[in-house]
T-cell receptor, first 113, second 114 residues
Framework: AQSVTQLGSHVSVSEGALVLLRCNYS??????LFWYVQYPNQGLQLLLK??????LVKGINGFEAEFKKSETSFHLTKPSAHMSDAAEYFC???????????FGKGTTLSVSS | DADVTQTPRNRITKTGKRIMLECSQT?????MYWYRQDPGLGLQLIYY???????NKGEISDGYSVSRQAQAKFSLSLESAIPNQTALYFC?????????????FGPGTRLTVL
């Protein structure tokens, strides 16, 4: 069965520091993977998606993620954090039947000045 | 205007009451979903619908029912609300023509059951 595990429910960084949010997946088929962001009091917004076209995926707001099959990982990074990046981030994988998304439990990113 | 809208945005109700949450979309997508978000648990799928006549249970459907009134409308009902149904509820849509099932989310409905 498909699943994702997000390591660390809360990550704190300083403004300008590297952001690294970890996601590991389990999949019996080649996975389609997503990162979504949820700003306070808002719905989820797609940051980026992996669809097997390229292992390094660039998304919005300067985020990117690298698909590593050998490590079953799809970690999200941003070279320099901004205060506006403070939000909750969710990793997700398409279910085996392709019917829905399976979400991780989320990682809250805090950015301090 | 938002592509996926949810009404109401906030609702407080009492145990035992019947509640309906509504979702409308203007994206022209045929697939619609209802999720529940609880702190620290991520999003869990309640129901999904691939067209008006195709409705399926998700992982946590007990205590909930849905109605797909039209391609653009998908409602979630709590027949007899209980306090542990207090949560943030999201509607989402996707296009069956796309291979990756990218989903687009509404702004959410915050439901409190007293």
């Amino acid at each position: 069965a498909q699943s994702v595990t997000q390591l660390g429910s809360h990550v704190s960084v300083s403004e300008g520091a590297l952001v690294l949010l970890r996601c590991n997946y389990s999949s019996s088929v080649p996975p389609y993977l997503f990162w979504y962001v949820q700003y306070p009091n808002q719905g989820l917004q797609l940051l980026l998606k992996y669809t097997s076209a390229a292992t390094l995926v660039k998304g919005i707001n300067g985020f990117e993620a690298e698909f590593k099959k050998s490590e079953t990982s799809f970690h999200l990074t941003k070279p320099s954090a901004h205060m506006s990046d403070a939000a909750e981030y969710f990793c997700a994988v398409i279910s085996q039947a392709g019917t829905a998304l399976i979400f991780g439990k989320g990682t809250t990113l805090s950015v301090s000045s | 205007d938002a592509d996926v809208t949810q009404t109401p945005r906030n609702r407080i109700t009492k145990t035992g009451k019947r509640i309906m949450l509504e979702c409308s979309q203007t994206k022209g997508h045929d697939r619609m979903y209802w999720y529940r978000q609880d702190p620290g648990l991520g999003l869990q799928l309640i129901y999904y619908s691939f067209d008006v006549k195709d409705i399926n249970k998700g992982e946590i459907s007990d205590g909930y029912s849905v109605s797909r009134q039209a391609q653009a409308k998908f409602s979630l009902s709590l027949e007899s609300a209980i306090p542990n149904q207090t949560a943030l509820y999201f509607c989402a849509t996707s296009d069956s023509g796309g291979p990756y099932n990218e989903q687009f989310f509404g702004p959410g409905t915050r439901l409190t059951v007293l």
